[in-house]
């Protein structure tokens, strides 16, 4: 863990040495050019030192987790990290600045402020002091904490043993032990008996604990004897390839005469010569179990030989790209499981031999309930959980204690300490760069949703994200997430047209948390649990519960970089000016929800600030100080009470994401529902924006926007006909613009846009269209607006208040590859039919207030993939739509403000499946609900 704090450091110092800062600061600081050039030396040895410090704990960090004297020494490090970190920030802001992210190199003329910024010489004398706890620490390192050596000890055996250790504890369990497997025990025994001649390998994929290696061995056990010879052999990331070939010729040798005498001598090449002479006319089954990286796959296949005898391979894996090394279509990914199962499970290890049938007594069943809840159907948890509780006292007394006090048996119990391993080894196999992100995330809430877009912004203020070529740090940082899920570390919740949303198991966050806590990494508020608040070094801060007494342990944190509110209740008065004065280095500062009136002007002294929430606040105006955040990323003042944004924000060359739009107290279907935010003239020298939501339509901020030649979204307001011509010759110079929102003045203006970006991916209009620009003859590529774009790119389509008078379908069924379509007051014919073969991968089709739409027919095959339908206000329509029948993946039929006699229909209409949700057009007091 105290790598991750290393890391950072060195990131930071990273950026002080680059681009020779001290030579070009040297003739505002004449006098300092000695001492300058002495600190970028001084600099450059902690650098040297870090990094090796660095390496050295990526692999001690391994064995002694739960060494004291190693934990002791590395809180001395951890504290030298930050302390350097620290002293860099005030070297940077000092003496200039050029960032790894884009930020521009500015210099201070001066000390402006010399009592709220250290003097050169003073960052020197720190430094120095640095480099001589550095010099002590790796002598006390000596003396005191064992060293890593080759041989047995080493961390990499460790680590294959501990994963060996692991595997037999979890791999041979007890029949009764495989709950909720059924389906796919059937299925892994059909795929090992087919009649397949040829070798087929079959991966098991999930998270750690959730049984793969269980129902591996309950298969193994069974169908083994039906091969010829079979093995089953343990990898870990750090694997030997000899030694996993030695097991395999072991194990299928066992019981066997001829066995060769020398296989301890043989090197990799005899090794793989014996074990293929061996299995070239044998059917074979080999279980691969906990597979880490596909080079190992790829490395131990070239021994086993692919014959045509209908041998089996079986890989268990917590990583989806090994898992996509399997035969096609034999992954099977095993799921928490249901709460029926994981209730069943629970019972058979906590009443086992106790209660007839495991039944559990009246009085402990809502604390069950309650504490299987906590395990979110993870087998290892509960059968560990439920043996825990077996051999307690079953009264309802010691069950609410264990209930409260869960997570700390998590933790400290010597009974779950299985469970922490399994766990962990996740962990400790993650790459570096990872490690932090997935901490980050366990700071939030259990349950927490997390949207794509707004994590990937977090990370990159934190600076967790490195460069990578020529990709952006979303690129990156995308990349990072996909990871993480792609190793069951995050858990994909959703994924559609508008993004993907994440959450982390609960079982999983808590071990995250108590290493966030231990390693100073982050800390949680609640209103009943701050633990490691007071002692924690000052680095991130989540507050998910209020305390009333928060703002008074402001007063002993120094070195807040991270403070994040998840409860808007809390009083804001005073909180903005205790941070401005107390967390000078801040970097994150999400205030989303806060009733925040105003801003202060001292929020312009914390030069490190890289991202600043302020959603749904009560802010009017922004200080003009905030023209001094040149390294803030991302501003959000959506849905505050900001109408005008100060002059100095076209100051912010770094800016990446800006979020500036005023909510009208309206519902989306009023066409004035929101509004733009002013931004002042100079809009177009932010040519590092990648996000722009919403500016005010003006004439000259219209023709600015082309300057943006990074923006790959844009929402803007306001927009009059005589501005479209403009807006036009801008977009097209936005090469990366794949979401556009253009929203007319008013619900009679035509919006005249004549041509898109080619990578547009998702378009939204909001206000009349001319008609000739989006249909053109029924022939989609040769409509202006259309033609330049790629349709295979092009999956989303919001039509609002367009009042077309053609039936728009025949011309957008060309975009073969939308899986969004969404029409508001945006055609005012009587019929609409989607024909077989149209919108092949639509998912999701929307059509509101269409006043005049009397008939909806669809054809056998049309819209083949279609999931959501929804069909409002619809007040011409008397017969149910012809053709619903036909769509067979459909999971949700809304039929929204419908008449009485219309709800007969559907109730009476076979094609409708008896399932459908509808509200009654019955206003004032609508009625909802559901058949």
Not at 24 to 29: D, M, P, T
Not at 545 to 566: A, G, P, Q
Request: hydrophobic letters at 40%; glycine letters at 6%.
């Amino acid at each position: 863990m105290a790598e991750i704090v290393i890391l950072l450091a060195i990131k930071k110092v990273g950026i002080a040495l680059a681009n020779g800062a001290a030579d070009q600061a040297s003739s505002l600081f004449a006098k300092y050019t000695r001492q300058l050039v002495e600190l970028q030396g001084s600099i450059g040895r902690v650098a040297r030192e870090l990094h090796v410090l660095h390496d050295v704990l990526c692999q001690m960090d391994i064995r002694n987790r739960n060494n004291q004297v190693y934990e002791g020494w590395l809180e001395g490090v951890r504290k030298v990290a930050h302390v350097m970190e620290d002293n860099v920030d005030e070297y940077l802001y000092l003496v200039g600045r050029e960032h790894d992210i884009g930020c521009c190199f500015y210099l201070k003329t001066g000390f402006k402020k010399p009592r709220s910024l250290l003097s050169l010489n003073q960052i020197a004398s720190n430094v120095k002091a640095i480099e001589k706890d550095l010099a002590h620490l790796s002598e006390m390192k000596n003396r005191w904490v064992p060293m890593i050596h080759d041989g047995d000890s080493s961390s990499t055996n460790y680590i294959v043993k501990r994963s060996q250790d692991l595997a037999n504890i979890s791999g041979f369990l007890d029949e009764e032990d495989l709950v909720g497997v059924d389906k796919n025990r059937e299925k892994l025994e059909n795929w090992l008996s087919g009649h397949d001649f040829g070798c087929c390998v079959v991966a098991l994929l999930g998270m750690g604990g959730l049984g793969k290696t269980a129902l591996a061995a309950n298969v193994y056990k069974k169908e083994r004897e039906k091969f010829q010879c079979h093995a089953w052999v343990s990898i870990s990331q750090t694997y030997s390839i000899e030694a996993v070939l030695r097991t395999i010729i072991e194990e299928l040798f066992k019981d066997k005469v001829n066995v060769p005498s020398n296989i301890a001598a043989m090197d990799i090449t005899c090794l793989q010569e014996t074990l293929k002479r061996f299995l070239e006319q044998k059917k074979y089954l080999i279980v691969l179990d906990d597979v880490w990286t596909p080079e190992t796959f790829h490395d131990l296949s070239k021994a086993l030989i692919h014959n045509d005898k209908g041998s089996r391979i079986i890989m268990t894996t917590r990583e989806r790209a090994v898992a996509a090394l399997s035969s096609e279509g034999h992954i099977l990914t095993l799921e928490a499981l249901s709460e029926d199962d994981a209730w069943e499970l629970f019972y058979k290890k906590a009443f086992t031999k106790d209660r007839i049938n495991h039944e559990c007594p009246v009085e402990l069943t809502a604390l069950s309930e309650e504490i299987v809840s906590k395990c979110k159907g993870l087998p290892l948890a509960i059968v560990s959980v439920g043996s825990l509780l077996h051999v307690r006292e079953k009264t309802v007394e010691e069950w609410r204690r264990i209930n409260d006090q869960l997570s700390w048996e998590l933790i400290h119990n010597s009974r779950l300490d299985h469970v922490r391993n399994v766990l962990n080894l996740s962990f400790i196999y993650l790459p570096t760069h990872l490690k932090s992100c997935f901490l980050y995330c366990s700071l939030f809430p259990e349950d927490y949703i997390f949207h794509r877009k707004k994590l990937v912004r977090l990370w990159i203020a934190e600076e967790f994200i490195e460069e990578r070529g020529v990709s952006t740090l979303e690129e990156v940082a995308e990349g990072y997430l996909k990871e993480l899920v792609d190793r069951n570390m995050l858990q994909l919740v959703e994924k559609n047209s508008f993004g993907s949303k994440f959450k982390m198991h609960d079982i999983l966050r808590e071990l995250a948390v108590d290493l966030c806590q231990k390693d100073c990494f982050g800390v949680i508020y609640e209103e009943d649990n701050c633990v490691g608040f007071l002692e924690m070094d000052g680095r991130r801060l989540v507050v998910q519960k209020l305390k009333k007494d928060i703002l008074e342990l402001f007063s002993i944190v120094h070195r807040l970089r991270t403070f994040i509110t998840l409860d808007n209740s809390m009083p804001s008065f005073t909180l903005l000016p205790q941070l401005s004065n107390k967390s000078r280095y801040m970097t994150v500062l999400e205030l989303s929800g806060l009733p925040i009136e105003k801003i202060p002007d001292a929020i312009g002294d914390l030069f490190n600030l890289c991202h600043l929430g302020l959603l749904d606040s009560k802010v009017k105006l922004l200080p003009k100080s905030v023209e001094k955040l040149l390294n803030l990323l991302t501003l959000d003042v959506c849905s505050s009470e900001i109408e005008e944004l100060p002059g100095g924000i076209v100051k912010l060359k770094n800016l990446r994401h800006l979020f500036a739009e005023k909510g009208n107290g309206l519902t989306w279907r009023n066409f004035q529902c929101r509004s733009g935010v002013c931004i002042p003239n100079g809009l177009g020298s932010l040519t590092n924006l990648q996000t722009l939501k919403a500016p005010e339509a003006r004439h000259e901020s219209v023709g600015q926007l082309g300057e943006l030649r990074q923006l790959t979204s844009l929402r803007i307001w306001n927009i009059k006909g005589f501005y479209c011509e403009r807006l036009s010759e801008s977009l097209v110079q936005m090469r990366f613009l794949s979401y556009l929102y253009v929203s007319a003045s008013d619900e009679h203006e035509v919006l005249q846009l004549t041509a898109l970006p080619p990578n547009m991916q998702k378009l939204s209009l909001r206000g009349r269209s001319a008609e000739d620009l989006i249909l053109s003859l029924h022939a989609l590529d040769e409509s202006p607006l259309f033609q330049a774009v790629a349709e295979q790119n092009f999956y989303s389509l919001h039509l609002d208040w367009s009042q077309l008078r053609e039936d728009p379908l025949p011309s957008l069924s060309r975009l073969s590859n939308l899986t969004k379509l969404d029409f508001t007051r945006a055609y005012n014919g009587e019929q609409l039919a989607f024909l077989t073969g149209w919108f092949p991968k639509l998912k999701t089709l929307s059509l509101r207030d269409l006043p005049n739409l009397k008939r909806l027919e669809i054809l056998q095959g049309a819209m083949a993939t279609l999931e959501n339908l929804y069909l409002v206000n619809l007040s011409s329509m008397t017969e149910v739509p012809a053709g619903l029948e036909f769509l067979m993946p459909l999971q949700y039929l809304a039929f929204r403000e419908i008449s009485s006699d219309f709800l007969t229909s559907l109730r009476q209409c076979s094609a409708t499946r008896g399932r459908f949700w509808y509200s009654l057009r019955r206003l004032p007091d609508t009625l909802a609900g559901n058949v």
